[in-house]
């Protein structure tokens, strides 16, 4: 029985998961991209709690133009500088199952843009 894109993503997610965690010390960037919005999440998983987070429907952010590509960067921006604010500076990323590539990788440039590293 032939799997479809979805559950294929989501098994890769699971092999990540299993390795990528979140530490109060070094938490995680999850990154969730759908067809038309891209969110992205600092997550501590030994408390379980999110840390800072930002979307493309936040109002500063879906205001903009531009293709979807760079509002991913400015998304990267924005979880970046947040982070900052909340006192952390070091990140182990998640890709979320997705390519390392297109949305995903501008997401995480815009992070690194905005200081943060990983």
């Known amino acids: 029985m032939a799997l479809t894109k979805n559950q294929k993503r989501l098994r890769i997610k699971s092999r990540i998961r299993k ?10 960037l999850a ?10 999440q600092i997550i501590d998983d030994v408390t ?11 109002k500063d952010i879906s205001s ?7 509002i991913a960067t400015l998304v990267g921006k924005a979880v ?3 982070a900052l604010k909340a006192g952390v500076e ?16 501008s ?3 815009g992070a690194r843009e905005a200081g943060l590293k990983f």
């Open 19 to 28: 390795v990528v965690s979140g530490t109060e010390a070094r938490p995680r």
């Open 48 to 58: 379980g709690k999110t840390i800072s987070a930002a979307s493309s429907r936040d």
């Open 64 to 70: 903009t133009k531009g293709t979807k590509t760079d």
């Open 90 to 105: 070091t990140i182990s990323f998640d890709r979320g199952g997705y390519q390392y590539h297109g949305r995903v990788k």
């Open 107 to 109: 997401l995480a440039d």
């Open 31 to 40: 990154v969730f991209r759908s067809n038309k919005e891209i969110y992205a």
């Open 80 to 82: 970046g500088e947040r």
